[in-house]
């Protein structure tokens, strides 16, 4: 069993930044595929971004994070972060670290095994 428990999240202005954290206890990130997602009211839940062991570690975003999003791990800390820059009142959601990705692709939420509670973050305009 994994146990993955997000934090940093909070209340920030839209232009500002704001880094999430992704914890992990049972397993090691090493080998396992990691994501974001995040999931706005009313909304379904989303890609944000992947982070893949492919040949080494390959990243993904989703178009309307690119360049202002960075997803990282730190392996020896078993821990995946989310940096998140020039934030917008869009960007508002639950936001989720995901795990264990295992069939399908990153882009799928039923592709991971392991999934965090979840971490607010709100972007004031």
């Known amino acids: 069993q994994v146990n993955l428990v997000e934090s940093g999240g909070g209340l920030v202005q839209a232009g500002g930044s704001l880094r999430l954290s992704c914890a992990a206890s049972?397993?090691?990130?090493?080998?396992?595929?990691t994501a974001w997602f995040r999931q706005a009211p009313g909304k379904e839940r989303e890609f944000v971004a992947a982070?893949?062991?492919?040949?080494?570690?390959?990243?993904f975003y989703s178009d309307f994070v690119k360049v202002r999003f960075t997803i990282s791990r730190a392996n020896t800390k078993n821990t995946v972060y989310l940096q998140m820059n020039s934030l917008k009142p869009e960007d508002t959601a639950v936001y989720y670290c995901?795990?264990?990705?295992?069939?399908?692709?990153?882009?799928?939420?039923?592709?991971?095994?392991?999934w965090g509670q979840g971490i607010q973050v709100t972007v004031s305009s």
């Open positions: 995901a795990a264990g990705l295992s069939g399908g692709t990153y882009l799928e939420t039923t592709a991971y095994n392991f």
């Open positions: 049972g397993r090691t990130f090493s080998t396992s595929g």
């Open positions: 982070a893949v062991t492919w040949s080494g570690l390959t990243t």
